[in-house]
């Protein structure tokens, strides 16, 4: 079983930045892509930004320009950079690996941007 292990949110004001990080417990056989996903209170949880094994990387829309999205192999982290935070990104955070047949999640880390 693979841990995801997510560190980095926390409370910001509008227009700030944080880092977010996802370290896996170990190398995650057949990855397909790792991300990062968010869930506001009373929405559902949405896609925020994708990277697969090779390197291509997605965007919602809402962060796109905003946010990036990055990974080393080490064994299989993943990063999110974000700035110019707003206070409709509050929400957590959750990492997610993708593989053939299987997927983990990690446990999410609070985001709370103020105005």
């Known amino acids: 079983q693979v841990q995801l292990v997510e560190s980095g949110g926390g409370l910001v004001q509008a227009g700030g930045s944080l880092r977010l990080s996802c370290a896996a417990s170990?190398?995650?056989?057949?990855?397909?892509?790792m991300g990062w996903y968010r869930q506001a209170p009373g929405k559902e949880r949405e896609l925020v930004a994708r990277?697969?094994?090779?390197?291509?990387?997605t965007y919602a829309d809402s962060v796109k320009g905003r946010f990036t999205v990055s990974k080393d192999d080490a064994p299989n982290n993943v990063y999110l950079q974000m700035n110019s935070l707003q206070p409709e990104d509050t929400a957590v955070y959750y990492c997610r690996a993708e593989a053939i047949g299987y997927n983990f999640w990690g446990q999410g880390t609070q985001v709370t941007v103020s105005s």
């Open positions: 170990r190398r995650i056989l057949l990855l397909v892509a």
């Open positions: 990277i697969t094994a090779s390197g291509s990387s």
